[in-house]
């Protein structure tokens, strides 16, 4: 991505193998709340998680395809923030595994504070 490039989102990806099904993945609203999910419950400043960001491949380069979109979708936005912030066994370091008590309102909340998109991926199949 180029430096300073504000990822997007609407990005369309049709299955190859079923031209029926897509996904729309609102890339700005996935990492825009990976990102509050570092700070708010991985105790990451505003600097931390932007420097998180800014270093790892997985933010700062859009899906290419339907599979990869796909792939990024399988997991939560909480269990990437954790593992990319806290590496992969976080909850030994006592973080919850799964989106604690009170995530989706917080999510919710952040969602229309930051006038994001409603949700970061819709599949149509």
Do not use: C
């Not at 700062?60 to 990024?72: I, V």
């Amino acid at each position: 991505m180029i430096e300073n490039e504000k990822p997007q989102d609407g990005l369309l990806f049709v299955d190859e193998n079923n031209p029926n099904d897509f996904i729309i993945f609102n890339f700005y609203t996935w990492v825009s709340i990976i990102k509050g999910i570092m700070v708010f419950y991985g105790q990451k400043t505003e600097d931390e998680a932007q420097r998180i960001i800014n270093n790892t491949p997985l933010f700062t380069r859009p899906p290419q395809n339907y599979l990869e979109a796909s792939l990024l979708g399988h997991e939560e936005e909480y269990y990437w923030a954790m593992v990319m912030s806290h590496g992969e066994r976080f909850f030994d370091k006592g973080y919850s595994y799964t989106a604690p008590e009170g995530y989706l309102a917080w999510e919710d909340n952040y969602i229309q504070e930051h006038n994001l998109a409603k949700a970061s991926l819709f599949f149509n199949d």
